[in-house]
């Protein structure tokens, strides 16, 4: 067996929405078809990959590198011991060669993507759920489809105001949501203290809202912002500052005494493992939001997992950002904490397969082959479109 073909196309994903560091008027993502010659019900088995949301389309990169490199290797050279599989370790490798180390910039997105498109042809061949093969493979043999989610949304848009916030957070919890997360950083602390407290006040037993800064403060800010938030019983207090910033976000944790969050810009395990090393996040309280689709795959993703162990985490503290049905795969088959979900946005890339709901903050995944793209019946049409 063999990739026959590895293709990609850049795909809008514009909104007038803005967070407190960038707008998504001219968003775009990559969506990648890896081409097998194993057929089954009388069709090649395709797999399917794309970005998350917040970094661009990285066709280009693909074309120019990653992509050719798969194609020209040795078809035995990528396949599993079995030589009826293929090896996503091995396919990594390849589009690594000749790669520096460090620069954890584009190129892991681009490497991400087309990984997320081998998991998804891996286990389609194999005949099984992405998560169920991860169990097997990497956790304790039985999987757990029964996934927490958290509706992330929030964002400032023009003539939004107090009222269009609120009826946003109400349409999440009454779609079954526990947690909501929402945008803070892009007004000032007075407006965004009053945003929390609109939002707070809807909130019923058992129900909890976390924010978002997106990388926006510098230290002084951060902590007047970690002052200000410490009256209110919020989920976390995401991302505050730059993500490489370890100095800040450990002053920080010095000063605001509840959860954190942050990791979604950090790319690489070794990036991960210099926010436990330096960042001082705690255990026992804050939440790592790597997201292996923007961090070379899930096999650099699966090295994090690894090291988080070396330095005492439970995978339990990790809910990827992103809003993808890759993250649910991984958190239904290795014991993550849950995953992101944009209930509204991003569509048709976020979400769930047709007829998932949402009960008490948790989806139940249906056990589909692979990843589970061919269940949403919007996003699998573009797909079959890219591979026609």
């Known amino acids: 067996m063999k990739i026959v073909n590895i293709l990609e196309s850049t795909r809008p994903i514009k909104s007038d929405i803005r967070n407190a560091y960038i707008d998504f008027s001219k968003m775009t993502l990559s969506l990648v ?3 097998t010659d194993v057929i ?7 797999g399917y990959g794309f970005n998350s949301n917040g970094r661009y389309g ?15 290797a040795e078809p035995a050279s990528l396949l599993d011991e079995t030589g009826e599989n293929l090896d996503p370790h091995k396919v990594c490798a390849r589009m690594m060669i ?49 996934v927490f989610v958290y509706a992330a949304g929030g964002y400032y848009y023009p003539g939004k105001g ?9 349409s999440y919890l009454a779609r079954g949501y526990s947690v909501v997360k929402m945008k803070i950083g892009g007004a000032t602390l007075a407006e965004d203290c009053e945003r929390i407290e609109s939002v707070l006040k809807i909130l019923g037993p058992g129900q909890q809202l976390a924010v978002d800064a997106n990388g926006r403060f510098d230290l002084a800010t951060a902590i007047d912002y970690g002052k200000a938030l410490s009256q209110y019983p919020l989920f976390w207090y995401e991302e505050a500052g730059d993500p490489l910033d370890y100095e800040l976000q450990a002053k920080l944790g010095e000063v605001y005494k509840g959860p954190m969050a942050t990791g979604e810009n950090l790319f690489s395990m ?41 330095y005492g985490w439970s995978p339990s503290r990790c809910i990827p950002h992103g809003g ?9 088959g290795l014991g993550l904490g849950g995953n992101e979900s944009y209930p509204d946005l991003f569509q048709p890339y976020g979400g769930f397969p047709d007829g998932v709901k949402v009960e008490n903050g948790y989806v139940t995944l249906p056990p589909l082959p692979g990843i589970g793209f ?12 890219l591979a026609s």
């Open 40 to 46: 089954r019900d009388g069709k090649p088995v395709i």
């Open 98 to 146: 000749n790669e520096k180390p460090g620069g954890h910039g584009e190129r892991s997105v681009a490497v991400g993507t087309i990984d997320m498109a081998v998991w998804d042809a891996t286990a389609k061949i194999a005949g099984k759920p992405l998560f169920q093969l991860l169990a097997e493979r990497y956790g304790n043999g039985t999987p757990n489809p029964r």
């Open 58 to 72: 990285q066709g280009a990169l693909m074309r120019d590198r990653f992509i050719p490199r798969v194609l020209e």
């Open 374 to 385: 061919e269940g949403k019946s919007d996003l699998i049409a573009e797909m079959r479109a």
């Open 270 to 310: 070794q990036d991960a493992r210099n926010l436990i090393r330096h960042g001082g996040m705690h255990k026992d309280r804050d939440w790592l939001q790597f997201d292996c689709a923007l961090s070379y795959g899930l096999v650099e993703y699966l090295r994090t997992l690894d090291m988080l162990k070396e």
């Open 162 to 170: 107090l009222d269009g916030l609120k009826k946003e957070m109400e």
């Open 33 to 35: 078809a890896v081409v």
């Open 324 to 332: 993808h049905q890759m993250s649910l795969a991984i958190a239904a």
